[in-house]
């Protein structure tokens, strides 16, 4: 069974991948209204930015747990409140155990790679201005959410080498896809 989180993003970046390779190559789609213009390599690269479960693609820079406090407070807390407990949008912080009948994903309790929050919130955060923190403010963001869930200390700092040593608390809950 495939996690519905990586299935989604499967999903997302083939149509995408689709429709960035039929517009870039002049290729009109049938029955569209023909909207829009070919994209730039430039403009495609600035989102080629995944980074995998091994960390494989993860930038410069570094984040502390103290800066990631306040770049939350400032970019994150209005949404997913000031501790991460939840509001207009997910809880981040705690969830407890999946095996109940109505389990509680947040990424203390279901996420398994810590460089996915990075990759997520790089991507998609803030909603209102994807792509608008810096590598520095996303590594700091991702040390204080993994703080708030218990899964760092305090004064830890996050970057390219140390992102990819963190081990999730549901690292081994999702079975491995056959290839």
């Not at 990586?6 to 870039?24: E, M, P, Q, R």
């Not at 930015?49 to 993860?58: F, H």
Request: glycine content about 12%; hydrophobic content about 40%; aromatic content about 8%.
């Amino acid at each position: 069974m495939i996690d519905k989180f990586i299935w989604n993003k499967v999903l997302l970046s083939a149509t995408l991948f689709g429709l960035i390779t039929a517009c870039s190559s002049g290729y009109q789609v049938k029955g569209s209204t023909g909207l829009g213009k070919p994209i730039t390599e430039d403009q495609l690269q600035a989102w080629n930015i995944d980074v995998n479960g091994a960390g494989v693609g993860l930038p410069v820079g570094s984040g502390s747990v103290a800066a990631g406090e306040v770049v939350f407070q400032q970019q994150c807390a209005s949404c997913h409140g000031a501790q991460g407990q939840g509001g207009v949008a997910n809880r981040l912080v705690g969830g407890g155990g999946l095996n109940t009948a109505s389990p509680i994903k947040t990424v203390g309790s279901y996420w398994p790679y810590a460089t996915t929050i990075f990759d997520y919130t790089r991507r998609a955060m803030p909603h209102n201005a994807p792509q608008s923190l810096s590598n520095d403010q996303v590594y700091a963001v991702t040390a204080y959410i993994l703080y708030l869930n218990q899964i760092v200390p305090k004064d830890s700092v996050m970057n390219a080498q140390t992102l990819p040593l963190v081990k999730m608390p549901n690292r081994n809950g999702f079975i491995p896809i056959e290839r």
